[in-house]
């Protein structure tokens, strides 16, 4: 299911589920100019590389290749984190995105009854109807 997660991830590229997490500066350190005091609450968020054309080229462009071999440089595709605290959950998530897919394009052809369905940021990205879709089982 290699291509599979490929297509999972560039739809993480452009729509991280997370928008990212807090980090509490443990010493006073200077990043990009600017001084960051001890103590001091900073977020993280991976908008500031997803979709940045340095390492993704043609950002907006939905393209799952951008994941063969060895993929993206290292901290530049962050969906679930990096380092210490990156996600625990990362490998179920991938189980279970790869099953839900895999039953869902094996099984049934569907249709969104909404084709222009908004979405929302609260702030987690969110369907505004809740992605209502029609399903036929293959014949
Ligand atoms: C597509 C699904 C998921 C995404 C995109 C996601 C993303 C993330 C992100 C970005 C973080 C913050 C990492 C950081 O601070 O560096 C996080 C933390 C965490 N996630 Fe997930 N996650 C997913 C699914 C799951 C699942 C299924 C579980 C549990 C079964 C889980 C459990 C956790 C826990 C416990 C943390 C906190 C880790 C810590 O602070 O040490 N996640 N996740």
């Excluded at 997660?5 to 006073?28: S, T």
């Excluded at 950002?59 to 625990?88: I, L, N």
Aim: hydrophobic share 35%; charged share 20%; proline share 14%.
């Amino acid at each position: 299911m290699r291509y599979s997660w490929m297509v999972a991830c560039e739809v993480m590229r452009l729509c991280p589920p997370n928008p990212g997490a807090f980090r509490e500066a443990i010493k006073d350190f200077t990043y990009s100019g600017f001084t960051i005091p001890k103590g001091r609450k900073t977020h993280w968020t991976p908008y500031s590389t997803h979709k940045d054309p340095q390492y993704f080229p043609d950002p907006e462009k939905f393209d799952p290749s951008r994941f063969k071999g060895s993929g993206p440089v290292p901290y530049t595709f962050v969906p679930f984190g990096g380092g210490p605290r990156m996600c625990p959950g990362k490998e179920y998530a991938r189980v279970l995105v790869l099953v839900v897919m895999h039953n869902l394009v094996t099984n049934f052809r569907w249709k969104k009854t909404i084709p222009d369905e908004k979405i929302i940021y609260n702030p987690f990205p969110v369907l505004v109807s809740g992605l209502p879709i029609r399903t036929e089982p293959h014949a």
